[in-house]
């Protein structure tokens, strides 16, 4: 086993997902740390913690904002939604051992491979679109694109019994680098998307929170 | 002597003069120690949140641009699109403010900020009313606003603001008590002449009180409304009246007249300063009750964005819209209406800063359903109201052919609105808003008259 191998299998796993909890924490801390704005809330909101969860979970599982008012955005932002719920469902049934996280992983990555194909595309050919978009934007999609794609061919997510016992011998901080060695390229690349993600927009998942909870909607009743 | 056409730095249209934008003198040094000011935290606490997430987390989708009135309006018009205003501030956030763009500066989309930029962007912050409609339905929830708002406090810290909202504006009111400059005097009279035509049109005389000390309630219009929108003044003074209620307008010798706040459009620093002399007024006065005339922005300030800026301690009195008074003394039986006596088909605006922005959707409705028989709503409505276009201090500003831009623009959308509900009166209870109607009735030749609620209750009164 050489260095790089080594290197991606062993350490930046830890490295990457340090980056992404810490760089994360900080920015959700930062933000919630911020001084209380002054009242900026729209009206109607929804008054009850009740009420702002379903609407929050109605908002992340349909995206009915673009639903409603950005038709041609939503289908292929809902598929790159979806898959990414799909991937992280994955994780999860993968370590707890169900033998269909298969089909989830198989399932997430062809819906974001799908999704951040047909994005990619409507940037590129929708004039309006194309005019507000800089470089990193298409980038952006690109990285996904290819995150996916190569843990769809490299047959990565659907190698569920591989895949789980080399997460299990990180999470044991035992890492088995060497059972890893057919998936580098994969988890490379999901190791820098972890890395990325702080820095960039696409931290909007937590973003978000702020954006409705402390600013869009006023306060509880 | 003709008007001089002041050069083009942006589009067909100059909102700031020359004089206020000084073209010729270098001020991009100065905007960005504005701007770095704008971002830090402690500098600009009242906004610094939503500010700097709508900087940082645009998915750029595009889907404010479905429903804002002037991009829709001008027939897509790449200029007026949401995002590429506030990415004009967004670009020099990027390029001076973040280390990819500082190391990156194409790949992010950054772009030094130049003299040339600085205008264009000057003007283009005043092509946007701030009505947030597009805030409301971006799926991330980001504020075009917001940023337009923040750009215009950076201006104005660098001494580039419309004379409308500033010299002419907050200036003149903190030194007269109102930003119509009338006297104490003058504004003695007008409530007498008032009076006598309460007296002429209703056939009754009323005494309409004026700086009372300890009333229960203090009605502060937008002082506008004495000069342009009297109809108003006269019809809260009647349901006041009518209501049999300690009441008491102010003038100039109190203080401030004016519920006005133009800061709301351009500057916190004008805004704290005229909000506290409201507060000041009131105390002095020692009344209980504040009621805020029909101006939705006055309503918006006094409300909500007094809320965190002055301890609660320090403003011992309540805030109410006139709207809620109105709509609890009708369904209290304490005044009484016949609906019968506005028989012509009516609609409702709902003004941003009211509606959107103050959550007063039912009150005017109720209102106007017991005032008049035939009530029809414009589509959409509530929530998704088209701004009118007087938002913002637009109302006020028609210099560098900017009446046209709103005619053209949100004015156009408004008038099919209109025609749509085939109404003979559209009905609202927000000043700028007023001021847009009579501009857009006039411009697009509508067969119909706007009207205040307080107006049309007032001729509904059963006494
Ligand atoms: S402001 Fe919101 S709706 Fe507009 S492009 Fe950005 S994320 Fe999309
Ligand atoms: S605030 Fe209103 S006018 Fe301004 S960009 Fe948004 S929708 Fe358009």
């Known amino acids: 086993m050489d260095f790089g191998h080594y290197l991606i299998a062993g350490v930046m796993p830890y490295v990457a997902v340090a980056f992404f909890v810490l760089g994360l924490g900080y920015k959700i801390v930062y933000w919630f740390k911020a001084p209380m704005h002054l009242h900026w809330e729209l009206f109607p909101y929804p008054h009850t913690m009740a009420e702002q969860l379903k609407e929050m979970i109605t908002e992340v599982f349909t995206l009915h904002s673009l639903y409603r008012f950005n038709r041609k955005h939503w289908l292929p ?109 994969p988890l490379l690349l999901f190791e820098l998307f972890l890395i990325y993600i702080p820095f960039t927009r696409m931290a909007h998942f937590a973003a978000k929170f702020f954006t409705y909870h402390k600013i869009k909607w006023g306060e509880l009743h | 002597m003709p008007a001089v056409v002041a050069r083009k730095v942006f589009d067909d249209y100059r909102v700031l003069s020359d004089e206020a934008l000084r073209p010729h003198e270098p001020r991009v040094e100065k905007f960005l120690q504005a701007m770095r000011k704008s971002l830090q935290q402690k500098e600009n606490w009242t906004f610094w949140l939503p500010y700097t997430l709508s900087l940082d ?46 190391l990156f500066p194409w790949l992010v989309g950054a772009e030094d900020l130049t003299e040339e930029k600085l205008n264009a962007l000057a003007e283009n912050v005043y092509r946007c009313t701030i009505c947030r409609r597009c805030s409301y339905v971006c799926p991330v929830a980001i504020d075009n606003g917001v940023i337009v708002r923040e750009a215009r406090k950076i201006f104005d810290a660098i001494g580039i603001a419309p004379d409308e909202l500033k010299k002419k504006g907050t200036r003149l009111q903190l030194q007269a008590g109102n930003a119509t400059g009338m006297p104490a005097a003058a504004f003695l009279d007008m409530v007498e002449f008032l009076e006598d035509e309460i007296e002429e049109t209703r056939g009754y005389r009323i005494k309409i009180p004026v700086d009372k000390e300890g009333a ?57 300063a005229v909000i506290k002399a ?101 589509t ?84």
């Open chain 2, 278 to 378: 409201h507060v000041e007024t009131a105390r002095k006065l020692g009344i209980k009750k504040l009621v805020v005339g029909e101006c939705g922005h006055a309503f918006e300030a006094l409300k909500y964005l007094i809320l965190r800026l002055i301890p609660p301690e320090e403003r011992p009195f309540e805030v109410i819209s006139i709207l809620e008074l109105e709509d609890q003394w009708i369904r209290e039986g304490r005044i009484k209406v016949d609906p019968q006596k506005n028989p012509e088909p009516v609609t409702f605006h709902d003004s941003c800063k009211l509606g959107r922005l103050g959550g007063m959707f039912e009150e005017p409705r109720r209102i106007l359903k017991a005032c008049c028989p035939d009530f029809r709503e414009m």
């Open chain 1, 77 to 185: 932002s809902l598929m790159m939604h979806w898959g990414f719920y799909l991937l992280v469902g994955w994780l999860v049934v993968l370590l707890l051992g169900f033998s269909f996280a298969a089909y989830v992983g198989t399932t997430g990555g062809v819906l974001v491979l799908a999704g951040s194909f047909s994005l990619f595309l409507l940037r590129l050919l929708d004039a309006e679109v194309r005019k507000i978009s800089a470089p990193v934007e298409y980038i952006n999609l690109i990285f996904v694109f290819l995150l996916a794609s190569s843990g769809l061919f490299s047959g990565f997510l659907g190698d569920i019994q591989l895949v789980r016992s080399y997460f299990l011998s990180l999470l044991t901080f035992k890492p088995d680098a060497s059972i890893a060695a057919d998936y580098l390229t």
């Open chain 2, 216 to 272: 229960e309630f203090l009605l502060m219009h937008n002082a506008g409304d004495y000069l342009a929108f009297a109809e108003t003044v006269m019809g809260a003074a009647e349901v006041m009246h009518a209501a049999g209620v300690d009441w008491t307008l102010n003038s100039p010798n109190t203080g401030i007249n004016d519920a006005v706040n133009y800061g709301v459009f351009y500057s916190d620093v004008e805004f704290s």
């Open chain 2, 380 to 463: 959409p409505n509530r929530e998704m109201s088209l701004c009118c276009g007087g938002g913002s201090g637009f109302a006020i500003m028609e210099k560098g052919g900017f009446l046209k831009f709103r005619m053209e623009t949100y004015g156009r959308l408004k008038a099919e609105q209109l025609k749509a509900t085939g109404a003979k009166v559209v009905a609202c209870a927000c000043s700028n808003c007023k001021a847009q109607f009579r501009e857009i009735i006039n411009y697009h030749k509508l067969p119909m008259r706007y009207a205040g609620v307080s107006e049309l209750l007032a001729n509904a009164l059963v006494r």
């Open chain 2, 57 to 102: 987390t645009c998915m750029k989708c595009g889907t404010c641009a479905e429903v804002c009135p002037v991009y829709q309006a001008t027939g897509r018009k790449e200029i007026y699109h949401p995002v590429y205003r506030t990415d004009m501030l967004r670009k020099i956030y990027k390029r001076y403010f973040t280390l990819p763009g500082k």
